[in-house]
């Protein structure tokens, strides 16, 4: 959750007009860390007069973005058969096996099982790699994708994004959504939810979704505010349902690959909020939102069911300060969870990282596993799934002592079918079943890091690693093979990202500001 470069006060407080600078969950953010340059621009844009309804700004209809440099190129969906993998299908009916076949055409998986015959197929000789279905990342803030480094000591994820939350154009938010979202191909993270929190105008929605078309990459798309916009502002509907008919409509480039949704900034400006639900309830929108890693910022699954929000397409992340009357609305109304792990280790200063897990499994929500920002945790859904088994254990004498520990397979499910169950995609991914889209990951079993396989769950949760990944298909596209992106060109996207990154840098200034004024080339 980014910082907002806007003197405002925190969302419980109501008062616009305080000299303080918070985040997007109430904290303050020490003055000293925000850019100068860019904390102006943030002003500058937070005098912007607030958007009625359903009424266009002048801006609101730009059109579609276009970026610098070629992404690569869009492979066709084939016909393939899987031969000979062991297989960890995450389909309770299939279950894991030792050796199987899966055949994929036009996009489907249509059938899994042993000694597969699929005439014309091309056969893909898997006797060597796991077969498992596509990570589902839960949340994701992707236009500082490339900022993953402007951290350094003393200097940490708050500050650096006050320093640079105005400091991105259009086209940096391109190259950084794209960069991230081949960055998770390559991981084998075949769906995201990219949780755009700093919609700073129309021309910036268009370059995140053109780097959506671009990325081949399975998404919703959750369209926010401006960091930094006042909580008395809401968010721009009328470019939300610009988006939808440009986007989302029957000209959409997405092929049904990316969806739209909205991420809201939660009931601390309880007038803000009950507007934008009622905006978001007449477009059936899915929505995000952040519930809070500190103790004071929390916001609680229980009010929001009382409020008739809370349900299947509400999602909630962090959930460090959930008590038990919050994960009993969670479980009674179906409403998923995103957990960072990574980020509620560093950030969660309500505590409770390992209880809170255990007590959310027990009780049955449905939790899923995110990244947070690139800044925050490695875009490496295998890391997440480790730290989080290795955490997941009660503890004696405490008053988790009772509970169940975290088991491989909860870990698996958590990175992959729950991730589909909190974006509304379970019957589309999340586990190797056939009708469901092809979106499989191959593992190599003969790695040194790997090799040799015992237990399937556990090599998967404990050995592996990104770069173990032979083959990644999403949506029946092979876009890595024999470990190297073929849809993308990487060193291209690099290039431009390391670019963008540098004039980011440059507009922001202070302790940003980039040793030399040339871009680095690679």
């Not at 309770?92 to 199987?100: E, F, Q, S, V």
């Not at 596509?134 to 803030?141: P, R």
């Not at 300060?321 to 990574?342: G, I, L």
């Amino acid at each position: 959750m980014p910082p907002t470069a806007n003197p405002l006060s925190t969302p419980e407080s109501g008062d616009d007009h305080t000299a303080t600078i918070v985040d997007d969950c109430g904290r303050p953010v020490p003055a000293h860390s925000v850019g100068r340059r860019a904390l102006l621009a943030a002003a500058g844009a937070a005098a912007i007069a607030p958007l009625a309804f359903g009424a266009p700004a002048a801006a609101s209809s730009p059109g579609p973005h276009t970026p610098s440099g070629k992404p690569g190129r869009r492979p066709e969906r084939g016909h393939y058969l899987i031969k000979g993998a062991a297989l960890v299908s995450v389909d309770p009916t299939i279950g894991n096996h030792a050796k199987a076949d899966i055949e994929v055409r036009d996009g489907r998986i249509v059938q899994v099982g042993p000694n597969l015959k699929a005439r014309g197929a091309r056969v893909i000789d898997a006797s060597k790699m796991i077969a498992m279905p596509g990570f589902v990342e839960t949340h994701y803030h992707m236009w500082s994708a490339l900022g993953r480094n402007f951290v350094s000591t003393g200097f940490e994820y708050f500050a650096a994004k006050s320093a640079t939350v105005a400091a991105y154009q259009p086209d940096d938010f391109y190259h950084s959504v794209l960069l991230g979202l081949v960055e998770c191909a390559s991981a084998g993270i075949t769906t995201v939810n990219n949780w755009s929190h700093n919609v700073r105008g129309p021309e910036y929605a268009d370059a995140e979704l053109h780097a959506h078309a671009d990325g081949l990459v399975r998404a919703r798309y959750s369209y926010g505010h401006r960091d930094g916009q006042p909580a008395t502002q809401p968010i721009d509907f009328a470019d939300i349902d610009r988006v939808a008919a440009t986007w989302f409509g029957k000209k959409s480039p997405f092929d049904g690959l990316v969806h739209l949704g909205v991420n809201l900034r939660g009931p601390g400006q309880l007038p803000t909020f009950l507007a934008e639900m009622a905006e978001v309830s007449k477009r059936k929108l899915p929505i995000s939102v952040h519930s809070g890693q500190g103790p004071t910022t929390a916001v609680h699954a229980a009010d929001l069911e009382k409020m008739g929000f809370l349900g299947p397409d509400f999602l909630l992340c962090h959930a460090l300060p959930f008590d038990e009357a919050d994960r009993q609305a969670m479980v009674r109304t179906n409403a998923p969870v995103s957990f960072s792990v990574h980020s509620e280790l560093r950030l969660g200063t309500a505590g409770g990282f390992h209880g809170q897990l255990l007590r959310m499994l027990a009780a049955g929500v449905t939790v899923s596993l995110s990244f947070d920002a690139s800044s925050l945790a490695p875009i490496n859904m295998f890391e997440s799934m480790n730290v989080a088994w290795n955490l997941g254990i009660p503890w004696v004498g405490s008053d988790t002592a009772g509970l169940p520990p975290v088991v491989f397979r909860q870990a698996i499910e958590m990175a992959t079918i729950n991730g589909a169950k909190a974006l509304g995609l379970q019957a589309v991914t999340g586990s190797i079943t056939p009708g469901k889209r092809a979106d499989i990951v191959l593992i190599r079993a003969d790695d040194l890091n790997i090799a040799p396989i015992g237990d399937l769950e556990s090599t998967v949760v404990r050995s592996a690693t990104p770069a173990n990944i032979d083959t990644v298909l999403i949506d029946g596209r092979i876009v890595k093979r024999n470990r190297e992106m073929v849809s993308h060109d990487a060193a291209t996207i690099v290039r431009n990202a390391a670019a963008a990154a540098h004039a980011v840098r440059t507009r922001a200034g202070g302790v940003l500001t980039p040793a030399s004024p040339t871009p680095p080339r690679f």
